[in-house]
């Protein structure tokens, strides 16, 4: 399990290196010298963070999961997102905001489908995690248009504050 733990984590240090020095070498798109020195960096990251990278288990190494979290990127975090800006330039033009902070319970079961959520959260205009009750798993989110009507059904009914994203999260990585 530590051999596996070290190739993913030196795996993923390489491919990281590769992503941000593309195309500053003349060897496909980069040079001997950076792919040498980029192996031994991943080697070096690889043996400090396996620990860090890879907690308990592999599941995330699915590529089911990787293309579960693809189409919920593309079909449904893009246009949420694309929808929230629009909504929010609606409201600083007309002054229509009513902010608040509302408690969220998305019964997630680990910490890697509750940091997705609240990164979702965090990335869609209007909304900001802000808190994570770590004995609930609830999530205090601040939301720029907090309507009485959702306030009411808060926290178990949260599809008013971030729609569908907590049963993406719970799909792709619980």
Same mark, same amino acid.
């Given at each position: 399990m530590?051999?596996?733990?070290?190739?993913?984590?030196?795996?993923?240090?390489?491919?990281?290196?590769?992503?941000?020095?593309?195309?500053?070498?003349?060897?496909?798109?980069?040079?001997?010298?950076?792919?040498?020195?980029?192996?031994?960096?991943?080697?070096?990251?690889?043996?400090?963070?396996?620990?860090?990278?890879?907690?308990? *288990? @592999?599941?995330? &190494?699915?590529?089911?999961?990787? =293309?579960?979290?693809?189409?919920?990127?593309?079909? /449904?975090?893009?246009?949420?997102?694309?929808?929230?800006?629009?909504?929010?330039?609606?409201?600083?033009?007309?002054?229509?905001?009513n902010?608040?902070?509302?408690?969220?319970?998305?019964?997630?079961?680990?910490?890697? *489908? @509750?940091?997705? &959520?609240?990164?979702?959260?965090? =990335?869609?205009?209007?909304?900001?995690?802000?808190? /994570?009750?770590?004995?609930?798993?609830?999530?205090?989110?601040?939301?720029?248009?907090?309507?009485?009507?959702?306030?009411e059904?808060?926290?178990?009914?949260?599809?008013?504050?971030?729609?569908?994203?907590?049963?993406?999260?719970?799909?792709?990585?619980?």
């Open positions: 530590k051999a596996i733990k070290f190739l993913v984590s030196a795996c993923v240090a390489f491919l990281l290196y590769l992503l941000l020095t593309t195309a500053s070498g003349s060897l496909f798109l980069w040079s001997r010298e950076e792919l040498i020195i980029g192996a031994v960096f991943a080697i070096i990251v690889g043996m400090v963070t396996k620990d860090m990278v890879v907690k308990k *288990s @592999l599941r995330m &190494l699915d590529p089911r999961r990787a =293309l579960l979290f693809v189409a919920y990127f593309f079909a /449904v975090f893009l246009p949420a997102m694309a929808i929230a800006n629009v909504d929010v330039v609606y409201r600083v033009i007309t002054g229509r905001i902010p608040g902070i509302v408690k969220i319970s998305p019964n997630l079961g680990n910490d890697l *489908s @509750l940091t997705l &959520l609240a990164n979702s959260i965090t =990335l869609t205009p209007g909304t900001l995690s802000v808190e /994570v009750d770590e004995k609930t798993n609830d999530l205090y989110v601040h939301w720029i248009n907090v309507k009485k009507q959702a306030l059904k808060m926290p178990r009914d949260y599809k008013a504050v971030c729609g569908s994203f907590p049963d993406w999260a719970r799909r792709i990585a619980g």
